[in-house]
């Protein structure tokens, strides 16, 4: 709260996996919210990103939805992910925001998982972290 200040905040929740999540923590928003001294405007906008051919990760991702995201210009924005692995769809994503000039841009994510091949790019706030995870193709 105290990075947002008394500016509105714009919302990004990425599909499908981020929804459930991205309700909670708006929930959580308000309430923090209704019990400061400040009062914050928050608009919620859903894109769905595809960064994946046949399950390996591609460096190009293709956006959908998300009315105008123009809006995003001098706006505080906050990207909800369900799940960051590598990174890579989470830096370009970051990059494509950073081209409407948003005021401030914060990710969340509620896991992160910890693999080998992560280019550097984590979310400023994350819930849970896995440093390793079952594969069928390990066993």
Known sequence: MDDIGDHD??????????????ADL???????S???NKSLLMRVDFIRLKSYCN???TQDIQITGGED????????VLIVEAIVDTGKTMQALLKHVEGFKPKM???AS???KRVPAAV???PDCEWFTLTSYYSPNSV
Do not use: A, W
């Not at 905040?9 to 991205?22: A, E, H, Q, R």
């Not at 708006?26 to 923090?32: A, P, Q, W, Y």
């Not at 995201?69 to 505080?76: D, E, F, I, T, Y």
């Open 9 to 22: 905040i714009v919302v990004l929740c990425v599909l499908k996996g981020g929804y459930k999540f991205c």
């Open 120 to 122: 550097g790019c984590h």
């Open 55 to 57: 399950d390996q990760s």
């Open 105 to 107: 841009v914060k990710v």
């Open 69 to 76: 995201l123009s809006l995003l210009s001098g706006k505080n």
């Open 34 to 36: 209704r019990n400061s």
């Open 110 to 112: 509620l896991l992160v």
């Open 26 to 32: 708006v929930e959580f928003i308000k309430v923090l």
